[in-house]
């Protein structure tokens, strides 16, 4: 498997336009993460989804932010309009529920955006 | 919230020197899992440990767990220049419903050659 995947890998944007952030998990995992670093804050979830259906948002900063699971194998974070603190590096994560708990996350490569 | 508390927040050591770092939580766990991201990289997981184990290995690293104290150790052996990076702790809560992990503000280790 491929792992997670994340697209665009670098994103370099001027405030107030539109951000949208892709995330593929890897095959056959039920949970999917978005997750903020920076190093003021340092890692924070944002929402995520259980079977494409968001189980908690409390961590989405403000409505500028949004997120959406079409299907098992997609998700976008979406931020309408940008502002310069919305720079981070974003993260997807996924896993597969086992039934023994939360297991082992797995990470993507991040997307490093700049908002300007 | 953020659960896991690691300490030190950073670390120095020569190659070839052991570190050590601790975590602590509040709350009954099922689970609690250390992750080492390296500069400008996802963050990687390296071992689980249930709240019915004591103490795990993988290779250089050794894991505790003391429930009764919440808190956790992991120890890098015969540190390499290569595990310099930070690590983070995670807790799957007990009364956590959902499915995400706590992690902590993770501890930054320099190992230098």
């Known amino acids: 498997d491929a792992g997670v995947i994340q697209s665009p890998r670098h994103e370099v944007t001027e405030m107030g336009q539109e951000v949208t952030l892709r995330c593929k998990p890897i095959s056959g995992h039920d949970y999917l993460f978005w997750y903020r670093q920076t190093m003021m804050r340092g890692l924070e979830l944002l929402i995520y989804f259980n079977n494409n259906v968001p189980i908690d948002d409390s961590g989405m900063p403000e409505d500028r932010f949004s997120a959406k699971m079409p299907n098992a194998s997609f998700s976008t974070l979406k931020i309408q309009p940008s502002e310069p603190r919305d720079s981070a590096v974003y993260f997807c994560a996924s896993s597969f529920d086992r039934g023994l708990g939360r297991e082992t996350q797995y990470f993507g490569p991040g997307t490093r955006l700049l908002v300007l | 919230s953020q659960q896991g508390e690691e300490d030190p927040q950073a670390l120095s050591i020569q190659e070839g020197e052991n570190a050590t770092m601790n975590c602590s939580y509040k709350?009954?766990?099922?689970?609690l899992q250390w992750y080492r991201q390296n500069s400008g990289r996802g963050l990687v997981h390296l071992i689980l440990i249930r709240s019915n184990e004591r103490e795990k290995h993988s290779g250089r690293l050794r894991v505790t767990l003391d429930t009764s104290k919440k808190s956790s150790s992991l120890l890098i052996t015969a540190s390499r220049a290569a595990d310099t990076a930070s690590y983070f702790c995670?807790?799957?809560?007990?009364?956590?419903?959902?499915?995400?992990?706590?992690f902590g503000q993770g501890t930054e280790l320099s190992v230098k050659p």
């Open positions: 995670a807790t799957d809560e007990v009364y956590n419903q959902g499915g995400k992990l706590i």
């Open positions: 709350t009954s766990i099922n689970n």
